[in-house]
């Protein structure tokens, strides 16, 4: 679904393809049949892609339906794709991609940082293992389950909790983060001679890690401010080398 991503309809065409193995089961030799089905699947289609089967379930489930009840409204099947939508997404957001992606990142870099090979290694083991088992037995669990585990999640609004919750562990961890991260130095020392002390050494004294805290608040207001990355990025350069031009920061 990622690699077949557009902006026009974004998922349907690999949901469309995800969807077709068990179309020719479903409908053997219609091909009517096979090809309404197909166009139903290649309408509008984004959630987070490690929630997708669930979504994949649910629809096999529907279009078994579809196929021994002649009673059965297709227009459903779509119906119920775009209100699994938001809710899943919600939580897939925040507890896959703010939360444990970034849990994963923080482990693995340093030992990237550190010219450990197995960086990398950690990161995609730790990441990859627990989202295919969930997408392994989310297809199971939409297909058994359905639109019903939905409606339970959502009247019991542990749909918004899991949300709320993953969103604050997410922050926490970034947080954490930044004292590792972000590194600002500078050559300016208080007192001279032997007596002399680091400015940063004394800062840390006082509060540790305040600079780069500092320095993450100050991006900060600029993502508030709508800056655009690109000029973050050019930001945080021109400070940089005018910084240590004037002697005021250092590597």
Not at 66 to 91: C, H, Q, T, W, Y
Not at 183 to 193: L, M
């Amino acid at each position: 679904m990622g690699a077949s991503w557009e902006y026009t309809r974004q998922m349907a065409t690999g949901y469309a393809y995800a969807m077709t193995p068990a179309l020719r089961a479903i409908y053997k030799d219609d091909n009517n049949a096979m090809s309404q089905a197909l166009t139903r699947h290649m309408q509008f289609f984004n959630i987070t892609n490690v929630f997708a089967p669930i979504t994949l379930g649910t629809s096999i489930a529907m279009e078994e339906e579809n196929a021994r009840n002649e009673d059965f409204d297709p227009a459903l099947i779509n119906n119920v794709k775009v209100s699994l939508m938001g809710p899943l997404s919600a939580v897939g957001d925040s507890l896959i991609l703010t939360t444990w992606r970034i849990i994963c990142t923080g482990l693995s870099i340093a030992l990237c940082k550190a010219g450990n090979v197995f960086g990398p290694i950690l990161f995609l083991l730790a990441y990859n293992v627990p989202t295919t088992i969930i997408r392994y037995f989310g297809l199971k669990l939409g297909y058994e389950q359905g639109t019903n585990l939905m409606q339970r999640m959502s009247d019991s609004n542990i749909i918004q909790s899991i949300s709320e919750k993953a969103s604050i562990l997410g922050m926490m961890v970034v947080g954490a983060m930044i004292p590792s991260y972000v590194v600002v130095n500078s050559p300016i020392t208080i007192g001279s001679g032997k007596t002399a002390m680091s400015l940063i050494k004394t800062l840390n004294q006082i509060i540790p890690s305040l600079l780069p805290v500092l320095a993450t608040l100050a991006v900060m207001w600029m993502l508030k401010k709508k800056w655009n990355v690109g000029w973050i990025l050019v930001a945080i350069i021109a400070v940089s080398i005018l910084g240590t031009w004037l002697k005021i920061l250092s590597v």
